[in-house]
């Protein structure tokens, strides 16, 4: 029997896969690297301990290899090297950096998503992988607008960060391998929590919009009739589109695509079929904290902006340049094999969830527990 490599189990999306696939029968083995606190295979231990937990039934275990991807060699000794060789023959490289912004391109995210890239398929090369399912952003359309295809990937576009271009660069490569067999691409758009418990085990996009107005609703006292006023003036219509996906979702249909023979070489939008808007989130966030007074007004100059307003671009400067509407992803291909399985649209109660979540996780800052043993 042979095992698929997974790179970057221990992120959102890699410890959904790695749960899909186990639950599904696949042979997997993970390249994994210490974290200073943890071993690789303690870090996968606890991973799979926490799906035995929440799931009442025990996953087989995969085979943990201790690596990292931003090395050559992928990091692996002798042994694991040799062990790869002989036992897998498919890829599926999923680690990557969400570091949006970084100049230097020895620092991330291009460290992880060009050069880790580089160095993946130069590993599959050498041990023989040609079976490659490669995951990267529908964002490598940069600023482009309208409808994107599944199929397209350089029309000269410009980048609004270096997250954007790094996965753009990166699917290059991989594109443009000898070594490989046609890749398989997911391209997914903004992935955010878990549709049914909310879980995530990291605060962007989304989650950091909702960590922000948290910390700030629940610093200011409510008025006699309970509810919060919040003068703040946004600078947008409220209607412009934003494509959220669930992780379980994402999970979902990239192994439904994995296990479809006919799927492989395609390249697959994950978006969803009914995006979000900014009116939406701010009337879930409002019915949520019991507060109200925020409207949409369109472009705002800096100099007109009140202190809130302030303190609220400054915290939400990472995504600014996502201010405007997203461009419509075309879903195609990822219809035509995995249309069965619907898509969570993120409403008002998928909203409230991840804010239940994030509170009792203090947003990422809670202490974490060792899952029980199973």
Not at 31 to 38: F, K, L, P, W
Not at 52 to 64: A, H, K, N, S, Y
Not at 174 to 189: F, M
């Amino acid at each position: 029997m042979k095992y698929l490599l997974l790179t970057g189990a221990t992120g959102l999306v890699g410890r959904y896969l790695l749960r899909d696939l186990l639950q599904r029968g696949h042979a997997v083995a993970v390249i994994v690297r210490s974290d200073g606190e943890q071993t690789a295979a303690d870090r996968i231990e606890e991973i799979v301990r926490m799906w035995d937990q929440r799931g009442e039934v025990t996953l087989p275990r995969p085979i943990c290899l201790e690596g990292d991807v931003t090395a050559a060699g992928l990091g692996l000794n002798d042994e694991g090297r040799a062990w790869v060789a002989e036992h897998c023959d498919t890829m599926i490289h999923n680690a990557a950096s969400l570091t949006f912004r970084g100049a230097d391109r020895a620092g991330e995210p291009w460290r992880t998503n060009l050069g880790g890239t580089r160095y993946v398929i130069e590993f599959c090369r050498d041990v023989g992988i040609r079976k490659f399912h490669y995951v990267s952003t529908a964002y490598v359309c940069g600023n482009r607008e309208g409808v994107i295809l599944e199929d397209e990937l350089d029309a000269g576009q410009e980048f609004r960060n270096e997250y954007e271009q790094s996965k753009f660069l990166a699917e290059q490569l991989v594109r443009n391998s000898d070594c490989l067999d046609t890749p398989t691409v997911y391209r997914p758009a903004v992935i955010v929590g878990d549709s049914v418990t909310g879980y995530t085990n990291t605060y962007h996009g989304l989650l950091h919009h909702l960590k922000f107005m948290a910390v700030l609703f629940k610093n200011m006292e409510p008025g006699p009739d309970g509810r919060r006023h919040v003068p703040l003036r946004l600078n947008m219509t409220g209607d412009e589109q934003r494509n959220m996906v669930t992780v379980d979702w994402v999970s979902a249909v990239m192994v439904r695509l994995y296990e479809t023979q006919a799927a492989h070489g395609g390249t697959y939008h994950l978006s969803p079929t009914h995006p979000m808007t900014p009116r939406d989130l701010i009337k879930a966030v409002e019915s949520y904290f019991h507060v109200y007074g925020a409207e949409f007004v369109g472009p705002l100059a800096a100099s007109e902006r009140n202190d809130a307003e302030q303190k609220a671009d400054e915290s939400l400067d990472l995504y600014e340049s996502y201010a405007t509407t997203d461009p419509t992803f075309d879903i195609t291909n990822m219809l035509r094999f995995a249309g069965d399985i619907v898509c969570p649209r993120v409403d008002e109660a998928l909203i409230h969830r991840f804010i239940d979540f994030g509170d009792a996780d203090k947003w990422g800052k809670r202490p974490r527990k060792k899952p029980r043993p199973v």
